[in-house]
């Protein structure tokens, strides 16, 4: 006991040590188009820049003007992290507050609003892995966190602000999983909720998350970038909190993620990332949260990071690739893949910059490519949504275009859990998802995955005799 208490002592001096080195700086933000640095406080409703209309990200001057013996010990830190993975407290327990020296954006973290978030495992895929010739694949599922999207990282760092700052309301607009996070957190916090989503085009199991957690739940006669747009007027009229990926802080519990890999990896980050792209605050985020390890010298890379978008919703495949990161040309988005069925995505800038600062390629699938590879990792027992699966469908591309090297690892980021839109599944299984044009030629791979369910009588013989076709 005396034991447990001196080290309990121990792992608090350092805490208050580490954080004095961290935290002393308070935060800014910094506009990413023109450089403007404004207070936290002092940004606008929509988050945009008065003077170019840019987006913000949220800048801790104190880390690069404090070089030499002031620099925070990157071996402290990454004790203390793994520490706090055997302690109690409840925001010990969270993947993204257990990392709290590298996001001090609260003034008192005992504001957070947690639903123990973050901590989701990292599975090798054995099967793709082998398929591919790839031995180090592996799948971070952020499917796995309370909400069952990787959104919640995000939401209980910008939805703490909001309580922090005194807003009683907070809104969305969403295809589905920041809704369904924003109205859980918010409900844990007290808060009132709105939410403004496509009319017909979200999966069910969202929508029923956003229901149930309370929200004021509006379905619109228009997409996603128009949703948004709506809310953005809303905002500048009236006193309520913009919780979509504009929103700074919401990057900044997003970045975790790359902490929590490269802590899996022992601080050597992996090779590859890849990432699905919709409306691009999560590539941002994970770009943000590797640069920064590596510039507070945690690591000692970058892994490349690829951004995979649906083949009707692929604004930023021909901004990178055509358009050399410059600008990007809206399109009109189609895709089942609805989490993603963007077509003016907002964090462009800062996804192109993640894209061409480590080295990594920005592609995008087709309907068919993309159910099967979700079937796929369907077979590997994990499973995930739709948009979960553009990446090990687009690993496949990377693969065949030799852009990756069998010896290299491989991170496949798993945004979704596959029970969000298990309609999705259903009409894989039962043929009924894609039509005749989209399966041409993948017909033979498309029937080796299928598995539906089949009516049998209730005899032993019936259900012996349905085994045999799965035999082998
Ligand atoms: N995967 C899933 C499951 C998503 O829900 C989203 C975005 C993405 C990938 C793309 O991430 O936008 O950061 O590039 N969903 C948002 C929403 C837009 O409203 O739930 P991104």
Known sequence: MELRNARAGQKAGLADNLSAAMNDNLHQLRCFGCGARIAGAAARPDFRCAQC?????????????????????????????????????????????????????LESFGNAVTLREGTTPLYHLTRA?????IDRLFAKHQGMNPTGSFKDTGMTAALSVAKERGFEWVACASTGNTSASMAAYAARAGLKSLVLIPDGKIAWGKLSQAMDYGAVTCQLKADFD???????????????????????????GQKTPAFEIAEAFDWSVPDHLIVPGGNLGNSSALGKGFREMHELGL???????????????????????????????????????TAIRIGNPASWRKAARAIQETGGWCLDVTEAEIAIAKAEIGTEGLGCEPASAVTLAGLKKLKTEGKIAPSETVVLVLTGHTLKDADYTIDFHRGTLLDKD?????????????????VVEATPAAVLAALKGRAG
């Not at 989209?438 to 089949?454: M, S, V």
């Open 299 to 337: 690591t000692a890379r970058m892994p490349k990071i690829s951004v995979i978008q649906a083949a009707g919703a692929n604004p930023l495949v021909h901004c990178v690739n055509e358009n050399c990161g410059n600008f990007i040309e809206p399109v009109e988005a189609h895709t089942r893949a």
């Open 53 to 105: 209309g840019e987006l913000f990200e949220v800048e801790y001057p104190g880390w690069s003007e404090r070089k030499g013996p002031d620099r925070p010990n990157p071996g402290a830190l990454k004790w203390l992290w793994r520490e706090r993975r055997c302690s109690a407290e409840a925001l010990d327990n969270s993947g993204v507050w257990r990392f709290r020296e590298l996001l001090p954006i």
């Open 129 to 133: 892995a082998k398929r591919l010739g």
């Open 226 to 252: 128009g949703c948004l747009t709506l809310l953005t007027q809303i905002v500048n009229e009236a006193p309520i909190y913009l919780l979509n990926s504009v929103n700074p802080y919401r990057l900044e």
């Open 438 to 454: 989209e399966a041409t030629g993948r017909e033979a791979e498309i029937e080796g995955l299928r598995r539906n369910a089949q």
